[in-house]
C-alpha cells in the first residue's frame, strides 16, 4: 500500500490551510491525519473542508443521525480508517 507522508506544518504559509489543519486538531473532525494527507494540496483540503463543514456542521439533520449515517457508510463498505 502506498505511504503519503503527513505535510510539513512548516511548508505551509497558508492562513485558510493552516486553520482547516487546526479546527481538525481541536475537534477531531475531520481526521487530523486525513487532513495532514489533504493539505499537500491547498486545493484539495480546501474542497473537502467546505464540504464537510455544510455536511456536518451545519444542515437541518441532528448531528448524531449524520454520525450514524457516516459510520454505517464506512462499515458498508469496510473502510478500516
Request: aromatic fraction near 8%; proline fraction near 7%.
Amino acid at each position: 500500500m502506498p505511504h503519503i507522508p503527513y505535510v510539513d506544518l512548516s511548508s505551509i504559509s497558508d492562513p485558510e490551510v493552516l486553520g482547516y489543519l487546526e479546527r481538525a486538531r481541536k475537534e477531531g473532525t475531520p481526521r487530523p491525519e486525513s487532513q495532514a494527507i489533504r493539505a499537500h494540496n491547498p486545493a484539495v483540503i480546501r474542497a473537502f473542508s467546505q464540504a464537510w463543514d455544510l455536511t456536518f456542521r451545519h444542515g437541518v439533520v441532528d448531528h448524531s443521525l449524520k454520525e450514524l449515517c457516516r459510520v454505517y457508510v464506512s462499515k458498508s463498505i469496510e473502510c478500516e480508517y
